[in-house]
């Protein structure tokens, strides 16, 4: 009798065991990430993986994001309509690769904030939850580099000495600097950054814009470009989203955990963004290519430009009330 009964103690005990794993195996949160571009090759892409690793590393099992891949998954400009649908749950990329579906979801890209949108809790932060909500997509945060670094800039084969010079000219853009490339009277051609190498090579583009700390050697461009013009025109956003439905079914500390993640890997990639844009510019002039410095006049006019093409746009894609209420809250009125 004794032996039957330590037999069954030990069956309960071990049976409890059992049932627990089983209960913590079903309650944690799975979560598959894709991304805009495949990281190591992208400096952005790997701001996006130590978001990933840093949700892991805080949730300590509760939620775990696994990374499935980028283009070779769904491709880059399909991806924002993919995380609507839910055919993945949590997405790193370029906000501005969202203006086909959330059209002013890159007005951080403005901002002279640190961070861009102020970071989670911010009014900004808010204005830009409730834009995506909208669409069916829960934002998180933006990740950029300090106000003079991780910024978008132009690469041409051609030197220039004022924006005059641009006209006519043929370059590759994102989303994003469309509207100032077409100011300047410069043809804008989209293609994705895997097809800019043999565009350049090709001659179809004369030049094209990247925030260049983001792997401009990883894609060999500096090997077959010329020219970098040494000044900005809008802060890099790398966004973090999820699908807004997979949002609310999670559990409100899982939440609270990625969104604490956010505000951490924010001031985390601006050393990061900064130490890469450094490393990139200095292989890009060993490899030949030269930095355009334009008059003090000529940068002003450049950076004023680019602000009013842009804003210019926003106009027209965003209700009056909205367009204020962002302007206003990025410091511009």
Request: net charge positive.
């Amino acid at each position: 009798m004794r032996r039957t009964g330590l037999i069954g103690v030990l069956l309960v005990a071990a049976l409890a065991v059992f049932w627990s794993g089983v209960e913590y195996a079903s309650a944690q949160v799975k979560l598959n990430m894709v991304g805009s571009w495949p990281p190591v090759v992208s400096s952005a892409a790997d701001v996006g993986i130590r978001y990933m690793e840093e949700v892991n590393r805080r949730a300590n099992g509760k939620v775990v994001i696994n990374f499935k891949g980028a283009r070779e998954v769904v491709p880059t400009f399909d991806q924002p309509e993919a995380l609507v649908r839910g055919v993945f749950d949590v997405w790193y990329g370029a906000l501005n690769y969202w203006a086909g579906v959330v059209k002013p979801g890159y007005i951080t890209e403005l901002s002279s904030m640190e961070p861009t949108d102020g970071g989670p809790g911010h009014p900004l932060h808010d204005f830009m939850v409730r834009m995506y909500e909208k669409k069916g997509v829960r934002y998180l945060g933006a990740f950029s580099g300090d106000r003079n670094t991780g910024n978008h800039f132009m690469s041409t084969q051609k030197e220039v000495s004022s924006s005059a010079d641009l006209k006519g000219m043929k370059v590759r853009v994102p989303p994003l600097t469309r509207f100032f490339v077409k100011a300047m009277g410069a043809e804008p051609v989209t293609l994705p950054p895997s097809e800019i190498y043999l565009a350049l090579e090709r001659g179809t583009v004369e030049g094209f814009t990247w925030p260049y700390y983001d792997g401009f050697t990883s894609f060999g461009w500096h090997k077959v470009t010329k020219y970098l013009i040494g000044h900005p025109l809008y802060r890099d956003g790398i966004g973090i989203a999820v699908n807004l439905k997979k949002w609310n079914s999670l559990p409100k500390d899982v939440q609270q955990i990625m969104l604490d993640s956010v505000g951490v890997i924010q001031q985390w990639s601006r050393g990061w963004m900064s130490a890469h844009q450094g490393f990139q510019l200095a292989t890009m002039k060993k490899a030949g290519m030269k930095v355009i410095q334009f008059s003090d006049a000529e940068a002003k006019n450049w950076a004023k430009t680019s602000n009013e093409a842009l804003w210019a746009h926003f106009k027209t894609v965003m209700g009056a009330d909205d367009y204020a209420k962002a302007r206003k809250l990025m410091g511009y009125n």
